[in-house]
């Protein structure tokens, strides 16, 4: 069983930046490929990022391609999205998700493990 929490969600102006950190428990998070989701009101929840588990790979949507960027810290349980140049668009609630696989998948029926989600709000 992963626990996930994340957390550095927040309000911010066009333009700005936050850093998103999703911490796991246990012991085998290096283990886990690992994924960053959105869900704006009304909408589906969509694919953000994803990154494999020793950081070979990482994957976006077209939306955060040059935007956003994932990363991983094995010793510390910790995967980071940092945001950049955010937009209005790209208010929702991030969660992060955990799957126990070698390959990077980006559908979120796919996963196994979520967070509780942070919010993360974008001013005009």
């Known amino acids: 069983q992963v626990q996930l929490v994340e957390s550095g969600g927040g309000l911010v102006q066009t333009g700005g930046s936050l850093r998103l950190s999703c911490v796991a428990s246990?012991?085998?998070?290096?283990?886990?490929?690992m994924g960053w989701f959105r869900q704006a009101p009304g909408k589906e929840r969509e694919f953000v990022a994803a990154?494999?588990?020793?950081?070979?790979?990482?994957y976006y949507a077209d939306s955060v391609k040059g935007r956003f960027t994932i990363s991983r810290d094995n010793a510390k349980n910790t995967v980071y999205l940092q945001m950049n140049s955010l937009k209005p668009e790209d208010t929702a609630v991030y969660y992060c998700?955990?799957?126990?696989?070698?390959?990077?998948?980006?559908?979120?029926?796919?996963?196994?493990?979520w967070g509780q989600g942070t919010q993360v709000t974008v001013s005009s």
């Open positions: 998700a955990a799957k126990n696989s070698p390959l990077v998948v980006r559908t979120f029926s796919e996963y196994d493990y």
């Open positions: 246990g012991r085998t998070f290096s283990m886990y490929v």
């Open positions: 990154i494999s588990r020793s950081s070979y790979s990482s």
